[in-house]
């Protein structure tokens, strides 16, 4: 059996390189889910021992007063608490490699595995009459349930640097027509927080060269050949005719005796998760894909969220209004606020206040910029000389934008969603792009939070469409909280 060394910093693999045997390189996967047991447990020992104190502390909320929390019974009870607890989020899912290091559904499962232990407390609890103290209870599932994603969180965190590295990640192999490759080394070679380290690829005819930079390893027929030899413990299949449901299924089979993970990358593109549903039917697995969800319920929830977030950040930021102002009025000329025409929902016009961060009159001297920028629709231009000094502070750190606070509460913005076009941008849009006006603008939104003005127009079109095709209240959460991070990094703020 061959072996070689585990660092790869190219992340490719050469055709003589000696293999590492793929279920020694996954071991990295039993060994991160085990420290998710032990942090768990010491999550929830710590959990319950604040429950406790809560509990001898409180003012007489216990079922029996001459009973002490640390007496035997409530110990007992305690440990048994935890392992039921400790069981639910082992049976939920949440230390699966395939939730662990992005996304939300880790989150899920943890909220999803609390809320089932809940029950199931409160079920036997009433069941045997038996009534623990509300501080107890109350104590353990709110502190337990933050703890624990905190937790998750730190650990995720430590997981991406050490993927950003190289190491903790599964070797993956491309396999379809070249096209198709790379289309997918294109959408997944740049990301390795997920966890995919692209070595090679596998093409109809291929017997060398390269493909998007990654070497070709061989034909289709030597994908088992390749993993015998453990040059990948994931392959990642693309779907195309040379990669049909057969073929598929014959290299599932081939691969069974290989602790390989096989990963199908459907022909669907900027279509999320949640859309897709899949429905077997005389074993096809025919995928389900709803249609975006404009209206309804989830229509109404954002809508409250962009309402009541927008008040409270409102409130809690007054004061930065009142510092900011008073230095704009003292350093330059002119009103505070700038009011600009922007296009909204169903393209209907909007003023969008901002706090004003340019000289007077400086839309009158962008005709003498515009051949500046490099970008064909929306103008950006790093060194903009219509920027005061207190504009570039502002505008570094996102303070500018801070009165749009005000579009959301009038409902002319949402907290979240595509960015605000100007009047002429609009002109200038495909049919495709005239999409992004299907929702309320946004303060914030995924162009926000991956790369702001150093994205080219073709990328904040995709980002925007693929927002639009998808959104959802959890999302908008979720880019909220990284928008967050996005605007302390400053990163392609000007």
């Given amino acids: 059996m061959l072996y070689a060394p585990e660092a790869d910093p190219t992340g490719k693999l050469s055709r003589t390189e000696s293999m590492v045997p793929t279920t020694r390189r996954r071991d990295?996967?039993?060994?991160?889910?085990?420290?998710?047991?032990?942090s768990d447990t010491v999550v929830l020992a710590w959990v319950f021992?604040?429950?406790?104190?809560?509990?001898?502390?409180?003012?007489?909320d216990e079922l029996d007063p001459g009973v002490s929390p640390y007496s035997t019974g409530p110990i007992s009870i305690s440990l048994f608490l935890l392992v039921l607890w400790l069981a639910a989020l082992a049976m939920a899912g949440t230390r699966e490699s395939i939730v662990l290091g992005t996304g939300p559904e880790e989150y899920k499962r943890i909220i999803t595995s609390t809320l089932m232990w809940f029950a199931i407390l409160a079920f036997c609890g009433y069941m045997v009459q038996i009534q623990l103290p509300r501080a107890y209870v109350g104590i353990s599932v709110a502190f337990g349930l933050a703890l624990l994603i905190l937790s998750r969180w730190s650990w995720r965190q430590w997981l991406v640097m050490k993927r950003q590295g190289?190491?903790?990640?599964?070797?993956?192999?491309?396999?379809?027509?070249?096209?198709a490759v790379e289309r997918v080394i294109a959408s997944v070679g740049?990301?390795?927080?997920?966890?995919?380290?692209?070595?090679?690829v596998c093409i109809p005819g291929g017997t060398s060269g390269s493909v998007a930079g990654l070497p070709v390893l061989g034909d289709l027929d030597d994908v088992v050949r390749l993993v015998e030899r453990g040059a990948a413990d994931a392959v990642l299949v693309t779907s195309t005719d040379a990669t049909h449901a057969d073929m598929v299924r014959q290299l599932g089979w081939s691969l069974e005796p290989f602790d390989v993970e096989i990963i199908v990358a459907p022909s669907l593109a900027?279509?999320?998760?949640?859309?897709?549903?899949?429905?077997?039917?005389?074993?096809?697995?025919?995928?389900?894909?709803?249609?975006?969800?404009?209206?309804?319920?989830?229509r109404w929830a954002k809508a409250m969220l962009d309402r009541c977030g927008g008040l409270a950040l409102l409130i809690a930021f007054s004061p930065i209004f009142v510092v900011t102002s008073l230095a704009i009025k003292i350093t330059s000329p002119g009103p505070v606020f700038f009011r600009q025409e922007r296009v909204g929902k169903d393209g209907?016009?909007?003023?969008?206040?901002?706090?004003?961060?340019?000289?007077?009159?400086?839309?009158?001297?962008?005709a003498e910029l515009e051949a500046d920028t490099g970008n064909a629709v929306m103008f950006k231009m790093r060194d903009d000389p219509r920027i005061t000094r207190v504009g570039k502070l502002i505008r570094r750190t996102s303070i500018d934008e801070l009165p749009q606070l005000l579009n959301v509460l009038k409902g002319d913005m949402s907290l979240v969603g595509p960015r605000p076009p100007l009047v002429s941008e609009v002109s200038g849009y495909a049919a495709d792009a005239r999409r992004r006006l299907l929702v309320r603008p946004g303060m914030t939104g995924p162009w926000q939070i991956s790369g702001r003005s150093n994205l080219d127009w073709e990328e904040t079109v995709r980002l925007d469409l693929y927002y639009v095709e998808n959104w959802s209240i959890i999302g908008d959460l979720l880019i909220l909280w990284k928008t967050l991070r996005a605007v302390v990094s400053s990163e392609g703020a000007y």
């Fill in 28 to 38: 990295w996967q039993r060994r991160y889910s085990r420290f998710l047991v032990l």
């Fill in 49 to 60: 021992l604040t429950a406790h104190v809560a509990w001898a502390v409180g003012s007489g």
């Fill in 166 to 179: 190289g190491a903790m990640t599964s070797r993956t192999l491309v396999v379809g027509t070249q096209g």
């Fill in 190 to 200: 740049s990301f390795t927080h997920f966890g995919y380290r692209l070595v090679g």
């Fill in 270 to 298: 900027n279509i999320a998760g949640p859309r897709v549903n899949v429905r077997p039917v005389a074993g096809l697995p025919l995928l389900h894909v709803e249609q975006p969800a404009y209206r309804g319920t989830s």
């Fill in 348 to 366: 209907r016009s909007f003023g969008m206040i901002k706090f004003r961060s340019m000289v007077v009159g400086a839309e009158s001297l962008l």
